[in-house]
């Protein structure tokens, strides 16, 4: 039998498992991914892309991409029954708070996402990586004895290919005003799991005989709700289902209803609730509520869904957008779901094998989170997989995958509990009416939710990679690895920079050229740490000085970016410095300052990519870096980011030892020199 | 022997060619398009990107890809002696005048540009239009008795398929510092034509015996500075070359010169010029001076190009810019040219075969101005191609474009010959020194030079498709067709949508979605013209009014939108009405507006995509078309926008006679309709 050694062995290629797949190729790591399915896109599975996720792809260099083709949500507007119970348009708000991101949200078919991954993969990998599709799992074994060996791999596990018959799920077309449309049912939680079945199948198969043993260093189920690899490892989501059960819609709609490219939440009296989702290419999704609270006639969904149809679905539609008129000549795509929200008790086993997205937390699709939050947490773990992988850091930062994605899972699941029981229920009639929901509650959580929904509220707790003080409540003893004396920064330094949240982004300059960049265009997830070096207006004699300070640490053969990085890379291949002062660009020059912040390269002369500067572009306006977070330019400050650009560590411009006894808790030394005593 | 009919046969696929390329398949126009060179991308060949041009890239689809790939070009750094003879820097200016374009000038491999053309041309042909590389012409017939007949093919010409050994041109390799590097004299204006010896060679080549008859509707000779078809219509280039002989350097620089990442021009006391150009890729092209006024040693440089090396260009530009040191271990590509400028007399014969970009004007490199201008001419003579091919209109409109091109091309030559002699001239010492250049009048000139390189300036004289008043100095006699009864507009109604320019461009929010889009985004190059409907107000009653009067007239069946439309065509695809209103967008929703300027489609329901308000957007502030462009509010107007994004009319807002009259003076009626006496 066949036999393989890899790095990384990805189960599933979903938005989590690509986006998996896509840092461990653009850091080098060794990966193969498979996934069950023989076809990689189907109609329908359209999910928006919050804002923060946008920052994410753009990261990887496929953000425009998706930007471009996607179908931009810019406003909300809330419906609900005037006193005569007839539909009103009672407000309208932004979709996403102005201000949070240079993105807002967008809603993009998920197949297109996939798309720009696989291309990523493949450019990022030189072809190397390639999704392997209609391949199962079938074994999986950990050997407990070698799991906190850096060098072992611990993880057997043996694939079974598939043919192409048996990879492709059972669809079933439906004939709607003429047109076939594919229902979407084989990912609906209303069907049962279909992986044995598969299994079964390609068994009987003689076509299908082709099995491998793969020996692999870590694992990572990104495979569904129904994982095997969970199953494997013996982990349980745990939450409840409700009786509430929603259709989908995919349709390009013929109506008079005015808001229908708007995102809408509409609430009628008596019929149930919409939400209108306008998409690319004239498509709107609508989700549709079925049921209210009591199951149809007694008949349990999940076995009978046979009274689920696109016509079912269109008529409660109708009823309760009335007196607007809605048909459609077009059906791209539908499907079904009962609203549920369950959560992994564990996020993975003896850090060596994880679970990520829709695989350790489920919740309802009408949030437009599930692909988001997904993605998210293949992002948080992709860098740590990669450094521990290649040898730049230990094993520590792996445990701080759970701790910050299993917080993040349960906001989730909190805010979809709150979110779809206020949206599946009866609007209240007035004041006295206690059964029903408060329209005005409802805004107030839609409101609330949007910032939840962005992605950008995300704050991880301390860690040893996140600096924040110990809570004097206790309320962070969750931390995952500390040492006896742990490193604190000064936030005050910065306030608009918050330790253990993303870097918002500004525009910057380039001191060489006058470009000006979004700073988080400076950060590409490549897996680089970034010390920014933010030294203030460095055409005061105090401020150059303290930053000559800095640089001439920086630039001892000792210091952490050379006891860090390996002698035979880059300079900037481990942790990457990057300057922001805060002078009037034209009264220096890159050669002003010291040579570590713009490094010599043989070929390529000094690096004019390295320092920015704070100031007036000729034709895109201030960023005002400084003035946006509170920096003082008498006064400066260092930051550390984590190669996902959250903030790990905000401190004094000349504080050199705090920083250095940061990378050193968990960076491990690449070259044979005399360290100091760390 | 094989015959072939096609609409239009192209000859050269640089820029000038791929863009007439792109333009005629995007309106799927039947073309071929040939070009002698085998290969199809070289080293070097970077040229800078005006800011019409990105304009223009971006209407077919493919700006952005140069705007991620290029190096932006924000700065101008001017050097001089000092007193003392010293270079020093005298003066920054931005690169781009701020303001006139949502783009800055670029500059990026023309390689890429020609791959995003290549990728546009098969995606807009469905893989149906391909550049045949190594095809020559080998004679061209034009049948004079059919010209002026429509559906007629006048044009004969013979090709023949080369070797793909002879076909490719002959670079000599240079080793230098141990890398070598090829060199692109091929191209220069140093070398003589190879067209007829790569013709000998495939005679006598038995590889290379396949030949085919083309007959074709229109020709586009864009075969460069060497142009075959333009010698086989008889025609010549008029103009004088030069004695000044620049040197061309891409090379990764090492240098203390502090601006080398800013576009520099550097007059030194008494070595010659430099201009440096920022490239993508760390590359920094320089272009140096290596004579004076005097030929080398007597030497006809045409004949002995044997002294030009890259060691003597590179130790030119050490000289100029002592006391900075410059050196270089990676050098991508040189070549080296002599300064002359030449225009041709016509621009083509019969307005059957047409010269394009070098093949009818020529200039020196150095003003960044080839590709652009050269593209210009396609992009301005594809659509009317188009236009006339598809029948929708007549001959008429053919003849704007020797008029409209013709004058750009003087321009250039002006341009250039003025900017070259002040650039390759010594500076003054002082006031006194007569034979010096004086470095503030090459600065003033450079300013100037600026607004003309951008390509925003172009202004088309008056003609039946640019709607100027008559002059009354009877300087646009030139106009190439007229009427009894001209249509006149009121250019006064919108002071800042010149009739003749390019229309500029603000954010507008869609009406249905709240989306900003700047307003050049829904123009794109498709070859529809555009009536832009401008009602002001339409919370007045009295706009209302008007807005409804017009587009009563609109949706008669009469009206210029039916006669000039194919039945069986879709309503938008030969004048497509755009509405941008000036009521604020919540008062008012897309049902408000008459349905002409929101058609219905059976499948796809109303169309959200025509209309648009002059508001406040979300997340991109306020685009204030109405106050930019000076259009009142309570007055407002019509403006017909040319299929190349140029203002071929403004007038009164319910003033439908004048656009009948306009559309009717050279569109033919498309359907059997009883028409009205037109």
Redesign the interface.
Known sequence: MAEDHVDVLIVGAGPAGLMLATWLAKCGVKARIVDKRGTKIFNGQADGLQCRTLEILDSFGIG?RAW?ES?????ICLWNPDSNGVIHRSS?L???I?GISRF?QVVLHQGRIERFFLDAINEFSSGGVAVERGVLPTSLEIDRTCVEDPEAYPITVNLRHLSEEDATPKQSSTMSNGISAQDGLFRSNLMADDTADMLKTSELNQKANTTETIKAKYMVGADGAHSWVRKEIGLKLKGESTDYIWGVLDI?????F?????RCAVHSANSGSIMVI?REN?LVRLYIQLTTTSKIQGQDSRTDRSWITPKVILESAQRILSPYKLDY??LDWWTAYQIGQRVGSSFGVHDRVFLAGDAVHTHSPKAGQGMNVSMQDAYNLGWKLSSVIKGHSNRSILKTYEFERKAIAHALIEFDHKFSRLFSGRPAKDIMDEEGISMDEFRDAFQKGNLFASGIAVDYGRSLIVTKPVAENGASEATPATTSTPVTGIQDLAPGLKVGQRIPSVKVL?Q????PWHLQELLPSNGTWRLLVVPGDVSQPGQKSRLEKLCGQLSNPESFLRRFTPNTARYDSVIEVITIHGAPR?SV???DFPEVLRPFH?????D?EKIFVDDQ???EGHGEFYKTFNIRRDEGCLVILRPDQYISYVGKLDDYESADRFFSEFMLPQNNLTLPNV
């Open positions: 425009h471009r179908n931009h949500m810019l406003e309208r932004p979709d996403t102005p807002q390009v709609p013929i109506t008079d005015p808001d229908i490219r708007s306008p004239k000549r077009k380039n060489s050229d006058a470009r034209q020059d890159v050669f043989d070929v390529d002369g000094w004019y572009s000729y034709h």
